[in-house]
């Protein structure tokens, strides 16, 4: 029987004040899922060996495995399916890696039943495997990763959800200090109740933050991802070499630097890719001054989304 892969790309999520609800899909890295369906029932995991990255192969705790089941399950698929995941993003990086293999799962086995369900269809599927790992449902990465570009998704609901036009001169600078931090035990840390002054200048920065991507105003995207102030600062203490990290972004010409998702991975916001390429470099030096092992890239916002088919790089 043939072999079915799909592609889906690493995202940035929160973007500062978007907690839950602001994410973009980034150019670069990625993971693959290849499924083979398998006439006896039951679904299998394995890693490729060019896999960066190596994680659990329980098929009900995998987010490639949970979301492949999920769409099987729909369209009413009894039998079973082997995965081989080929993961290009670290899990706990902050850079969406457990809904990029979620994503990848569901829109491989999608494919490997005939495609009988759109990118839209596939959502509730890649949610469930995102939330597998996760402990929540949240959709800001998860959407931006199936479907491209920069999203804002409702955060009780992410099936609903509105893609901003992207800037054509929004570059980042990326970095993924060697530090593990899962979604699950930052998402622990954050409080239940915020007062109602802190609940609209939130949701000020993100209106206004939402409006600035719209309109092109990347001196002002810089400024506003840097306006969480509930969030961010309690995760900020999980990163030892955050507060240098910023500064030289800063320092080195970025307009913005803040945390991706729940980190350890860092962005900084640029207007030119030669800009994004010399604050990458900063950022990974004050990183690496903390001896904290850690990589750096610049990127671009994807446009495409999640696709089926072998990555070509
Ligand atoms: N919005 C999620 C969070 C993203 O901040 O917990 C997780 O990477």
Redesign the pocket.
Known sequence: MASFSAFAPASL??LGPG??SLGVALEGWGDQVTIDLDKEPGFSVIYDANSVWAGTTDPLRNTASVSAMHVAQLAGYRHGARLCVKKGIRAGS?L?SSAASAVAGALAMNAALGSPFSKAELLQSCLAGEATV?GAI?G??VVPCLIGGIVLVDADDPTDFLSIVSPENLHFAIILPEIEVF?QQ??SLLPDQITLHEGAVWASNLARLAVAITNGDIERIGRLIMRDEI?EPIRAGLIEPYRDIKWSAIKAGALGCALS??GPAMFAVCDTAESAAFVAQAMQKACTDHAVHCLSVSSRVNMHGAYVGQRHV
């Open positions: 999520s929160n907690f839950d902050g969406g996760s949240h800001d990465n979604t930052a998402r969030v998702g729940s």
